[in-house]
């Protein structure tokens, strides 16, 4: 079997170890936004709202800015387990893409009659968060710079060729790197953000507006109780006439939804500061995110202070479809993509990594989220971004709102918003087709992209497993 270039020209195990001596797991982002954060109360006794929201992430956050954008009387009171954005908010590399869908493949598969309209509605979407920020003043180190998508493999090389393709020198000319052997660069589909101050000034936003904040308030039951539905959290309870879901990765509070998404942990590493030297090394001075075209992926961006956050390729899943802060160690993990970085950027060895973190990825059998209304009409919910949430989850906020409102859109018109996925199997079914996907996968990276029969059987049927 062929090597990739990631096993062709693997760096020293020495080099790699001292790149990685030093780094500590938990995510940058919320290391460098401590300062700034503030806490909220958890919720107390008995309290009522007309719109509850289940979950302090983008999704949450979003449906209680826009909730409260389109009828500011509406009392929202927001629920959060832990801390707002600790969880998938907190965590992933801050690509805020246009796609609502996983990407023009996955949604031509699937949508092909809608396309037109989900792009449109995707690039709005887009438009409006960049609007947003511009109103509230949102510090989250925005950046529109687009993305980077590179070949790093010959087959790979001649799936690329058409409109907009730049050729070795070109594409090195962006950011310098041995195993790009060519690009597009998609300029408008994708903005940079800060994960962990776009959180926080979501956050701050929704209280101004007078959205109620509750930290340290996992809810634990869900009870319908004529026109209203009752929330229970340890220490309290909140009566609301509407309830929105946006507890990601988590297991839903709806349990006919339980395995319409498993938990598929994706792992990061983040650098410390390049030096100036160490920068123009690289150029990179259009600042694109970066992705390359395996199956088995690896997306990096630079930071505002110029450090490179590294991640993908492995997309783990656990028996039994937990969610455990005990999976966000992963050593393997963590030394396969500084493997790979310095093959990335060997002009780099020696500089060395200030943080390494892992995280669930709320993934669906359709790559993209799905939309659910349950007890008659009462309670939304969405799930299932399988890693492209940073964007996606204002777009899935309005049509949450719109379902709990009774609303007739041309977001609910949608055919994408209107179907429901299969679930996934039930255990042992589940971890084995996942095991067995990952497989074919890697044999597909090593076989010139070519899909096996699981995987064309996979693609015929409309099911997958993805990060």
């Keep these: 079997m062929p090597q990739i270039v990631f096993e062709r020209e693997a760096p020293p195990q020495e080099l790699i170890d001292a790149a990685l001596a030093g780094s500590v797991n938990r995510p940058f982002w919320g290391d460098d936004v401590a300062h700034l954060r503030r806490s909220f109360p958890p919720l107390q006794g008995k309290a009522s709202a007309d719109l509850a929201i289940v979950g302090g992430g983008f999704l949450g956050l979003w449906s209680a800015i826009l909730a409260k954008e ?4 509406r009392s929202v009171t927001l629920l959060e387990g832990r801390q707002v954005g600790w969880a998938a908010s907190g ?17 031509q598969q699937r949508w092909p009659e809608e396309m037109a309209e989900l792009d449109a509605q995707g690039l709005q979407n887009l438009d409006e968060i960049e609007a947003t920020i511009r109103r509230y003043g949102i510090d989250c180190d925005f950046e529109r710079t687009g993305v980077l998508v590179v070949a790093v493999e010959p087959y790979q090389d001649e799936q690329l060729r058409g409109e907009g393709y730049m050729d070795a020198a070109q594409i090195r000319a962006e950011l310098n790197s041995p195993t790009f052997l060519s690009g597009i660069w998609e300029k408008d589909s994708t903005a940079m953000i800060h994960p962990g101050k776009l959180v926080l000034e979501l956050a701050r936003v929704a209280v101004e507006l007078g959205v109620q904040i509750h930290e340290q308030s996992a809810v634990t039951a869900l009870h319908s109780r004529g026109s209203r539905v009752r929330l229970a959290t340890e220490l309290g309870e909140l009566d609301a006439a509407r309830v929105v879901l946006a507890t990601n990765a988590f297991p839903s509070l709806l349990k006919r939804y339980r395995w319409h998404t498993i938990p598929v942990y994706d792992y990061v590493l983040m650098t410390e500061p390049l030096t100036a030297q160490q920068l123009a090394s690289i150029g990179w ?4 995110g970066i992705a390359d075209m395996a199956n088995q992926f690896h997306y990096y961006r630079i930071t505002r202070d110029n450090r490179i956050l590294f991640g993908g390729y492995d997309a783990v899943y656990n028996f039994g479809g937990k969610v455990d802060d005990v999976y966000d160690e992963r050593p ?14 060997p002009q780099l060895a020696g500089l060395r990594f200030s943080h390494r973190w892992g995280g669930a990825i709320d993934t669906s059998t359709r790559f993209c989220a799905f939309f659910a209304l349950a007890r008659g009409g009462k309670v939304a919910y969405a799930a299932g971004f399988t890693g492209l949430g940073v964007g996606a989850t204002r777009f899935a906020a309005n049509v949450l709102l ?12 949608l055919r994408m918003v209107r179907e429901i996925p299969p679930p996934f199997p039930p255990e042992p079914l589940t971890y084995v087709a996942v095991q067995a996907t990952r497989w074919s996968l890697n044999q597909a990276d090593h076989n010139h992209g070519k899909r096996n029969l699981m995987l064309r059987t996979m693609d015929a049927l409309g099911l997958g497993f993805d990060s």
């Design 91 to 107: 965590r992933n590399g801050g690509f805020c893409e246009a796609s609502i869908t996983h990407g023009e493949e996955n949604g």
């Design 285 to 288: 001075h259009n600042r694109q």
């Design 402 to 413: 719109d379902k709990i409102e009774g609303l007739d859109t041309p977001r609910t018109r």
């Design 332 to 345: 393997a993990s963590f030394t396969r993509l500084a493997s790979h970085f310095f093959t990335t950027f």
């Design 70 to 73: 389109r009828n500011p009387s």
